[in-house]
T-cell receptor
């Protein structure tokens, strides 16, 4: 089974520039998450999709961050314009839907490391 | 507000010694708790979940609702256990996952 794919793995940009990250979840996984992990901190949820609908984007800085999941499969996360504090690893994760209160394992991608200079 | 607290950033133990990584949570609903692990140069992956009540790689964790804790334990640490460990809370209904700040475990020879 192929895992969660992310690209690019590394990106270096200057502040005020824009950047986009791409995620391809595991086939059949309805739920997709974007996390931001700043060095020394745990993953922080930015946005959660269920198919192509947004479940939670309460911690997404909407003045500069946007995300979409067209057709309920691939997703892109965009930052425009970037700030120095956006330097982090952006993790994509997916999980499949289980009926009722069940176990849901998150499968993570390798992450996209962003450095803003 | 939902929160996961891991008080130790770094835990160093000698090989063969017992290990306990602490995790406390704050959530008013019925929680699902998980431990995720990240080995060097690998992606974050599930180690174990409270609902399964299983032992993985010798690790166990018991959910204590009274103390709102989900500590990870292993009786005899191995060098290959050296990694970053994250405790995570999943909320009921929306299946939102909240992670702690992580504990780096170093097992010394």
């Amino acid at each position: 089974e192929a895992g969660v794919a992310q690209s690019p793995r590394y990106k270096i940009i200057e502040k005020r520039q824009s950047v986009a990250f791409w995620c391809n979840p595991i086939s059949g996984h309805a739920t997709l998450y974007w996390y931001q992990q700043i060095l020394g901190q745990g993953p922080k949820l930015l946005i959660q999709f269920q198919n192509n609908g947004v479940v939670d984007d309460s911690q997404l800085p909407k003045d500069r961050f946007s995300a979409e999941r067209l057709k309920g499969v691939d997703s892109t996360l965009k930052i425009q314009p970037a700030k120095l504090e956006d330097s982090a690893v952006y993790l994509c994760a997916s999980s499949f839907l289980r009926q009722g209160r069940g176990e849901r394992e998150l499968f993570f991608g390798e992450g996209s490391r962003l450095t803003v200079l | 507000a939902q929160r996961v607290t891991q008080p130790e950033k770094l835990l160093s133990v000698f090989k063969g010694a017992p290990v306990e990584l602490k995790c406390n949570y704050s959530y008013s609903g019925s929680p699902e708790l998980f431990w995720y692990v990240q080995y060097s140069r690998q992606r974050l992956q599930l180690l174990l979940r409270h609902i399964s009540r299983e032992s993985i790689k010798g690790f166990t964790a018991d959910l204590n609702k009274g103390e709102t804790s989900f500590h990870l334990k292993k009786p005899f640490a191995q060098e290959e256990d050296s990694a970053m460990y994250y405790c995570a809370l999943s909320t009921s209904g929306t299946y939102k996952y909240i992670f702690g700040t992580g504990t780096r475990l170093k097992v010394l020879a």
